[in-house]
């Protein structure tokens, strides 16, 4: 079996660039908000288009992510997935769906899975936008963007059009269970599009193969079993069943889509996800004494609840040839539940979050400049509330709450211009300018729990973005770029008001003073097919990471510790204490072996080091990964051996006090791991097709860097589908 993997890594490590992702001849949303051909942007951007993911067949819309090899992802629990962009994660990402910012007031800056909040069921494309990318996006675009398109309904050139898609897809290693519908009906001007999603995740199984150096790494040796008083620590039969991992899922999507005329639409948008309850697997496996911590620890049903309308004109006047004008309102609820093991009360935090947003962005063609200009609105409302359940007895009594418990608002003006001048048919130069205003207050109204100094905070920066950037394409198959771009993001409720007691004994305060944080970004990308046989790409760049907010020592009233919830903590603030410097590179190529069979790879590398006296890592800086495949299509079958893979990650270049998890590392860091995964499709006519899969054919025991929770080991899928 050795001997099998080493001969399989040896075929699929070739290289490796996402077909559909770097052609010249593709099409991007992203890198403007309007649709324009790849090859006239100067931004690094990954693609998958709908075709691609269906293929791809992933349970989520991390595993999505991960899948093209050009996006690590880390993990803290079964329902969870935090992608990680050049080194910048969770609220340094912003995330679009459909022209809108999900990111809110509450995004931290640990790690985030909000992402798999999105069905890709319904998904017509994903892109990654890389780099800062805040000249378009605002605040957050730090590292990136990730844009998420959802399917529109289909239209009618005459008559009435039916066309409906299900599947059913089973997993073996993660339990999953999954069922999805969606139908689309149209006529010539009016289109329905309704979309179902319902999953279900057992506890996950971890592969069984492990190095021997690390012969334990993750196993679950106990667990505890809370279904009735007192709390009973059992041992876990099976080391490799992480228990606490399942939980379930449901997706719905409505759109309705008006076309009265040529060159004019409207679109009433409405998606809805909500979860079970989320097992936080890392805190549920933490051990104190050789006893579990925790014997809760989840979040509660996560809900996301979008409503949107927008309006696409194609009809030139005087002040644009395109216009899309998107008005929006986005209801999200979370809470955190926790309780030690053999406490009598589990502690509950519930965050409510209400985002009213209003987008207008147009583009008109003067000649050699092609101009874009827009605004765009938002307003977040943050409702806070806390309670202690006492288990035994079922008395509720009030607790702390995550953030003030007066409540706290958000809100952004923004106006964007930038200009795509044409030198040649073979140079352009792209220029762009955004400034936005923030303005967040929040009111601390009950002092029982913590005596704060003040009622109310309250601040109004400001941030100027801005990009400049040029592209060359003497050839149709050939592209250079160069650009500068800059990101910025304001500190969030999340930021500035949050009191947590991070770990027992310390506690983090709110800190008004925080100010925003800043990236400066250059970079150089090149892409050059020859002939039609291989194609080359790479991006290398550079970013300055100025006013970083980190955690740091801090006073509360003159007093390093404080008394929190009946002990001593330590005080810990949000500051603006960091510089730091991040490089890296992208290299991929794709190799065509004729009509039906494709080699291909890519690798992606990042260092972040602190402007430190002693050059500090800086965290979230993931190891060198990428992924290689072997891909074959023709007549209706498709087949695909890949390798996903990563580096080490040694303790040495982990964040001292950052979020880089060390404690659910080995003592030597997070190991280098590969898998190897085979997939394939095959239709049947028109009625649909069956997609299997074996994921980590060797089931390979490994982590990716900073997670507390372990991959799923040797994984078979099975997916029938009915339709397109």
Same mark, same amino acid.
């Given at each position: 079996m050795?001997h099998?993997y080493?001969?399989f890594s040896l075929l699929t490590?070739?290289?490796?660039?996402q077909t559909?992702?770097v052609?010249l001849?593709?099409?991007t949303?992203?890198?403007?908000?309007?649709?324009?051909?790849?090859?006239l942007?100067?931004y690094q951007i990954?693609?998958?288009?709908?075709?691609?993911?269906?293929?791809?067949?992933?349970?989520?819309?991390?595993?999505?992510l991960?899948q093209t090899?050009n996006v690590?992802?880390?993990?803290?629990?079964g329902?969870?997935?935090?992608?990680v962009?050049r080194?910048?994660e969770a609220s340094?990402?912003l995330?679009?769906?459909d022209?809108i910012?999900?990111?809110n007031?509450?995004?931290?800056?640990?790690?985030l899975?909000?992402?798999l909040r999105?069905?890709p069921a319904?998904?017509e494309r994903? $892109?990654v936008?890389f780099?800062?990318?805040s000249?378009?996006?605002?605040?957050?675009?730090?590292g990136?963007?990730l844009y998420?398109q959802t399917?529109n309904?289909?239209?009618?050139a005459?008559?009435?059009t039916?066309r409906?898609n299900?599947?059913?897809r089973?997993a073996?290693?993660t339990?999953e269970?999954?069922?999805?519908?969606?139908?689309?009906?149209g006529?010539?001007?009016?289109?329905?599009l309704?979309g179902v999603?319902?999953?279900?995740?057992g506890?996950v199984?971890?592969?069984?193969?492990?190095?021997?150096?690390y012969p334990?790494?993750?196993?679950l040796?106990?667990?505890?079993?809370?279904a009735s008083a007192p709390?009973q620590i059992?041992v876990n039969p099976?080391p490799?069943r992480q228990?606490?991992?399942a939980y379930q899922?449901l997706?719905?999507l409505q &759109?309705?889509?008006f076309?009265?005329?040529e060159g004019i639409?409207?679109t009433?948008n409405v998606?809805y996800?909500?979860t079970?309850?989320?097992?936080?697997?890392d805190?549920?496996?933490?051990?104190?004494?050789?006893?579990?911590s925790y014997a809760?620890w989840y979040y509660g049903p $996560?809900?996301?609840?979008?409503?949107?309308?927008?309006?696409?004109v194609?009809r030139?006047?005087t002040?644009y040839?395109?216009l899309?004008?998107?008005?929006?309102y986005?209801?999200i $609820?979370?809470?955190?539940n926790?309780?030690?093991?053999g406490?009598?009360?589990?502690?509950?935090?519930v965050?409510?979050v209400?985002v009213?947003?209003?987008n207008?962005d147009a583009?008109?063609?003067l000649g050699s400049h092609?101009?874009?200009?827009?605004?765009e609105l938002?307003?977040?409302?943050?409702?806070?509330?806390?309670?202690?359940?006492?288990?035994?007895?079922?008395?509720i009594?009030?607790?702390?709450t995550?953030?003030?418990?007066?409540?706290?608002t958000?809100?952004?003006?923004?106006?964007?211009?930038?200009?795509?001048?044409t030198i040649s048919p073979v140079?352009?130069?792209?220029?762009?300018l955004r400034?936005t205003?923030?303005n967040?207050?929040?009111?601390f109204?009950d002092?029982?729990?913590?005596?704060f100094?003040?009622?109310?905070?309250?601040?109004? !920066? /400001?941030g100027?973005?801005?990009?400049?950037?040029?592209?060359?394409?003497?050839t149709?198959?050939?592209k250079?770029?160069l650009?500068?771009s800059?990101?910025f993001?304001?500190p969030?409720?999340?930021d500035? /008001? &949050?009191?947590f007691?991070?770990s027992?004994g310390?506690l983090?305060v !709110?800190?008004? /003073?925080i100010k925003?944080?800043y990236?400066?970004?250059?970079e150089l990308?090149?892409s050059?097919?020859?002939?039609?046989l291989?194609q080359?790409?790479?991006?290398v760049?550079?970013t300055?990471?100025?006013?970083?907010?980190?955690?740091?020592?801090?006073?509360?009233?003159?007093a390093?510790?404080?008394?929190?919830?009946g002990?001593d903590?330590?005080v810990?603030a949000p500051?603006?204490?960091?510089?730091?410097?991040?490089?890296?590179?992208n290299?991929?190529?794709?190799?065509r072996?004729?009509?039906a069979?494709?080699?291909?790879?890519s690798?992606?590398?990042t260092?972040?080091r602190?402007?430190?006296?002693?050059n500090?890592?800086?965290d979230?800086?993931?190891?060198?990964?990428g992924?290689?495949?072997v891909?074959?299509?023709r007549?209706g079958?498709?087949?695909?051996?890949?390798?996903?893979?990563s580096?080490?990650k040694?303790?040495?270049d982990y964040?001292?006090?950052?979020e880089d998890?060390?404690?659910?590392?080995? !003592?030597?860091?997070?190991?280098a791991?590969a898998?190897?995964?085979?997939?394939?499709s095959?239709r049947i006519?028109?009625?649909?097709?069956?997609?299997a899969?074996c $994921?980590n054919?060797f089931d390979t025991?490994?982590?990716t860097f900073?997670?507390?929770?372990?991959? !799923?080991g040797?994984?078979?899928?099975l997916?029938l589908?009915?339709?397109?």
């Open positions: 050795k099998a080493l001969l490590t070739l290289t490796y660039a559909d992702t052609r001849n593709t099409v949303v992203s890198a403007t908000r309007f649709v324009q051909p790849a090859r942007s100067p990954e693609t998958v288009s709908r075709e691609r993911i269906a293929f791809l067949n992933q349970q989520n819309t991390a595993d999505l991960q090899g690590f992802v880390q993990r803290s629990q329902g969870g997935g935090s992608p962009l080194g910048f340094r990402v995330l679009v769906v022209g910012r999900l990111n007031a509450i995004f931290r800056a640990g790690h899975q909000n992402v999105i069905d319904m998904l994903a $892109e936008l780099g800062p990318g000249t378009l996006y605002g605040s957050d675009a730090l990136g963007v998420f399917r309904p289909d239209l009618s005459g008559g009435t039916f409906p299900a599947y059913v089973a073996s290693a339990g269970r999954t069922a999805h519908v969606d139908l689309s009906i006529t010539r001007r009016l289109g329905f309704t999603t319902a999953a279900s995740y506890d199984l971890q592969g069984a193969n492990r190095s021997a150096a334990n790494f993750g196993k040796l106990q667990y505890v079993d809370n709390d059992v099976d490799n228990v606490g991992t899922q997706d719905l &759109k309705v889509l076309q009265p005329a639409r409207h009433l998606q996800s909500t079970g309850n989320v097992p936080r697997y805190r549920l496996s933490e051990v104190t004494a050789g006893r579990p809760d $996560e809900k996301r609840l979008l409503t949107a309308y927008q309006l696409a194609t030139p006047t002040a040839d395109q899309q004008v998107s008005a929006g986005q209801a $609820e979370e809470s955190r926790s309780r030690r093991l406490a009598a009360t589990l502690k509950r935090q965050e409510n209400g009213w947003s209003l207008a583009q008109k063609q092609a101009f874009q200009y827009g605004l938002t307003h977040n409302n943050v409702a806070s509330t806390a309670t202690r359940l006492n288990v035994k007895t079922g008395a009594t009030p607790a702390d995550r953030y003030p418990d007066g409540g706290s958000l809100q952004t003006v923004a106006l964007y211009l930038s200009d795509r001048l140079l352009n130069l792209q220029a762009g400034f205003l923030t967040l207050k929040a009111t109204r002092k029982t729990f913590f005596p100094p003040y009622n109310d905070i309250q601040q109004s !920066p /400001t100027l973005a801005g990009s400049l950037g040029a592209v060359f394409t003497p149709t198959a050939s250079i770029s650009l500068g800059t990101g993001r304001a969030n409720v999340d500035l /008001t &949050k009191v007691e991070s027992p310390t983090i !709110p800190n008004p /003073t925003p944080e990236t400066y970004n250059v990308s090149a050059q097919w020859l002939g039609d291989l080359l790409s790479g991006t760049y550079h300055w990471f100025e006013n970083a907010i980190v955690v740091d020592a801090f006073t509360f009233n003159g390093s510790t404080v008394v929190y919830d002990k903590s330590r810990l500051q603006n204490k960091r510089r730091a410097a991040l490089s890296g590179y290299l991929g190529a794709t190799l072996l004729g009509n069979l494709t080699v291909s790879g690798v992606n590398g260092t972040g602190i402007s430190d006296d002693k500090t890592p800086l979230h800086i993931p190891p060198t990964y992924r290689a495949s891909s074959y299509r007549a079958v498709q087949l695909e051996a890949f390798t996903l893979f580096g080490w040694r303790i040495a964040s001292p006090d950052g998890n060390g404690a659910y590392a080995t !003592p030597d860091g997070m190991p791991w898998t190897a995964n085979l997939r394939g095959v006519g028109r009625i649909g097709s069956i997609q899969a $994921e054919l025991n490994y982590r900073a997670s507390g929770f372990s991959a !799923p040797r994984n078979f899928m997916t589908r009915l339709g397109k």
